[in-house]
């Protein structure tokens, strides 16, 4: 199976493959999307070191003046209608010879680069990390001066898109408390949304019941618009809070990024800003704030309200990936990852629990497994020791590809392929678990 699984796996990513990056899934993502392309890159390390560099490398052409790294860079014909909806120019930091989005997306850049480095020998690895670690602490500095702007230790982000888990429980949960504009909820009653099919791109690829509903996609859009109204200043934004959250799952990324970071800056040898050192520092003694005792899970926090937001998802496993948090809390998590009625599944891992008022096997990030979620805590679970576990999950992510094909996500229900096919951090992840 081994083989066969690479060489298809191998031939989606080249089906994907423009040049100098790879886009998502032809049609429905035809741009270079940030943390898409990260994974791509760890899964194309095996198959061709120098287009892995280069995945990597054309991400920085999107990086804004101030350190952004925005989730999207527009690349196709329709970049124009895309860069249009976005008018990110209206920042003075947006780059001037490529259209970009205008929010960022989790940092999983430094793992990425460190994942390619291993892969050189000693004298190469360092030409590279030099090459990319300017970007890399850029984008880490911006994090912290403008999303960490109480100096907690945890960054902020302001549009569930940049949580790369758009339509998860604790986006739509801040998205009912901070109001769903009244135009949205009466496009919903006046039964638009045939009409509102024909907008959307995503559904005209992909059954409706496997995509986030109407009012959450409004929602989002009009979300964005407001980021846009303050021309996607995040200072500007987060002093009069709405939709923000300081996001587990970004947060538990940019952990793990750090530290990558820091091993990256030894083999260069170079010395990491001292003010950057103690925002790490303080990065991985705050997330230990985002446990609940008594339900023994991690969750996201609300920038608004300073609550927790009390709606269990995959994001709680990706602490274990960030390889900070206490022992006994790790066993916890693993314990919670083979629970009956929640997160075992005959398919695992569920992006929700069964039994969370959310759950839906087919939609979206509301249940359905990600191949990426799994590699991350097939990371964090080896990262504690829990090698059996780990073997486990790799093995049931790799049957449930050579079953159902590179699907965007699946059912844990029944295995069967959702969202778009031959989608490339699917094809690249179970290279990687082939491989290591
Ligand atoms: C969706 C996913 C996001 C991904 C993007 C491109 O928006 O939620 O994680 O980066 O598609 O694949």
Redesign the pocket.
Known sequence: MDQELLSSAAAVLKQNDRGSYTV?AGDL?PHQ?L??SCFIAIGLRHLDIERAKTELESLKRGQWSNGMLPDMIFGSKRASLDGLLWDSAISPFAPEHVTTSGIT?PPMLAEAVMSVGQKLKLPERRTWYKQMLPTIIHFHQWLYRERDVRHEGLITIIHP?ES???NSPPWIEELKDHGIPIWVKAAEKLKLGRLIKHVRRDTRHTPANQRMSNVEALAFWSALRHLQHKAYDSKKILSKPRLDLQDLAFNCILIRANACLKDIAKTAGVDLPKELLGDIKRGEEALEQLWDEPSGQYYSRSFASGELVMQPSISTFLTLYAGTIPKERAEKLVGLLSKRGAYKSIWPVPSVPANSEYFDPERY?QGPVWVNMNWLIIQGLRRYGFDKEADVLRDRTLELVAKSGYHEYFNPLDGTGLGAKNFSWTAALAIDLLKT
């Open positions: 998502l993502y999307w943390w898409d997306d898109y790369g888990m758009d990030w």
